[in-house]
């Protein structure tokens, strides 16, 4: 079974149910995070789009409909994703990944703009994780709170944000 197979298979386990939120998370880097887009493979570019935004993509697709009206779609960007803030350029495949699912969400945002939900893309900040790496400032034991408390907050508050952990708007 394929991903886009096991997310189907995963929403029609789910039917019938509604959820408050969903919170969608997928996320991975290329190896060496100072290529520029010249020096990355094609294959590795790939896998991180297809992990970044389509994998993500699919399950905001297909989970969506599980949440209730006044529910929140919540999913895992970065700051990296905003275009404003890219000043340094660095971290060129990851930061287009992240801002390509941005855009992607904008789009589910516009078809689904009635359906009275939340769609929030968070950007958490430099955590302490796998892709992160040990020198964050920030674990994932002191994020995940504020990220749920983002998350819940925005119950009840249609329409699509770019918030930070600490519910703060980010520029696009």
């Known amino acids: 079974m394929n991903d886009k197979e096991q997310t ?10 509604r959820f408050d939120i969903v919170f969608v998370n997928g ?16 294959d590795e570019f790939s896998q ?6 389509l994998g993500v993509m699919r399950a905001v697709e297909e989970l969506g409909v599980l ?18 803030n890219n000043s340094n350029g660095t971290n060129d495949v ?3 990944s992240k801002a390509a699912l941005n855009q992607a969400m904008a789009s589910y945002a516009g078809r689904h703009a009635t359906d009275g939900r939340a769609m929030i893309l968070l950007a958490p900040g430099w955590i ?6 040990g020198n964050a400032p920030v674990g994932v034991e002191e994020a995940m ?28």
Do not use: F, H
Not at 27 to 42: C, E, K, L, R
Not at 74 to 82: F, N
């Open 145 to 172: 709170p504020e990220i749920a408390d983002v998350l819940v907050a925005q119950q009840d508050t249609p329409g699509l944000r770019y918030l930070d952990r600490r519910g703060q708007p980010v520029p696009w």
């Open 94 to 96: 990851y930061r287009t």
């Open 27 to 42: 996320g991975i880097a290329n190896q060496m995070t100072g290529d520029t887009m010249a020096d990355v493979s094609a």
């Open 8 to 17: 189907r298979a995963l929403r029609d386990r789910l039917l019938g149910q």
């Open 48 to 53: 991180i789009m297809l992990t970044n935004v």
């Open 67 to 84: 949440i209730r009206p006044g529910g929140v779609i919540g999913v895992m960007s970065s700051g990296q994703g905003s275009i404003a």
């Open 128 to 133: 302490r994780t796998e892709l992160g790496g």
